[in-house]
């Protein structure tokens, strides 16, 4: 990381420990998606939602963060010849599409399909897209990991430290959402039970 | 304007504080609607129990 950034560079404490786990959150989304449609488990859906859902609040962290850091560094919010921060828009933007695809259809089973289908298509889009991003020729974007020059052991212990932090929370909260989704669907079923009339809004989550 | 109230620290303190508190701001907000919905379905259990019919078997115990 650049020494030279200042204090500055504390903002990239928190701004590449979540691009980092969002983008393993995108690919987890994926996996669970495998899962599903090996399975037909409904329980995996569940959880790729829950793992794209809160990928995508990390996302758009990411993407203020990195455009406050820029401000900062480069003068400018956004620089649109820089090949890391537009293929990470691209990723962000693309499971932006992920709910309203999940909205649009209305059969429960044919939504979990679906969206378990966008969701390994999508999660397999993530690592070939930094993989293009890693091989591009220019870019002015800092490398934070392949290049220990730019890390000093200090910096490095302070990154991996908040690097872990930063997906213990991924996972507390990916806990806590899916607690919250399966007494919800416990809910609904109970007042099925008992003949009572369901009236929830309308959500994309998984049923 | 944190740097302008301390001298002693540096510049570009006020995007640093800025990146952090958006963050803080990102979690305060998702922690509080996962709470209201959580605090949502506590009254949903309360007024389904409500609905169960009271049979008297919780009252009677193991006698």
Redesign the interface.
């Known amino acids: 990381m650049d020494s030279d950034q200042g204090f500055m560079q504390k903002i990239f404490y928190l701004h590449v420990p979540m691009a980092i786990v969002s983008l393993l959150g995108f690919v987890l989304g994926g996996v669970f998606g495998i899962l599903h449609l090996r399975g037909n488990d409904r329980s995996h859906d569940l959880r790729s939602y829950v793992a794209i859902h809160l990928s995508l609040i990390l996302g758009a962290g990411t993407l203020v963060t990195g455009s406050i850091w820029a401000r900062a560094s480069w003068g400018h919010w956004w620089v649109w010849d820089e090949p890391t921060l537009v293929s990470y828009l691209i990723v962000f933007l693309l499971y932006c599409c992920y709910q309203p695809l999940r909205f649009a259809i209305e059969d429960p089973e044919r939504q979990a399909r679906y969206a378990s289908v966008f969701a390994i298509t999508a999660g397999a889009f993530v690592p070939l897209n930094f993989l293009a991003v890693r091989l591009a020729q220019a870019y002015t974007h800092p490398r934070v990991l392949g290049a220990t020059d730019n890390l000093p052991p200090r910096m490095a212990l302070a990154f991996y430290v908040s690097l872990l932090a930063m997906a213990l929370l991924y996972a507390t909260l990916w806990r806590m959402e899916m607690a919250a989704k399966v007494t919800r669907s416990r809910l609904r079923a109970l007042r099925r039970r008992l003949g009572d009339e369901v009236v929830l809004g309308r959500s994309a989550a998984p049923r | 304007m944190i740097a302008a109230v301390n001298p002693a620290?540096?510049?570009?303190?006020g995007?640093?504080a800025?990146?952090?508190l958006?963050?803080l701001a990102?979690?305060v907000v998702?922690v509080a609607i996962?709470a209201a919905?959580?605090s949502r379905?506590e009254e949903?259990?309360l007024r389904?129990d409500r609905?169960?019919p009271d049979d008297g078997d919780e009252d009677r115990g193991d006698e």
């Open positions: 620290l540096p510049d570009n303190t995007y640093v800025a990146a952090y958006v963050f990102l979690v998702y996962m919905r959580i379905m949903e259990v389904l609905l169960v």
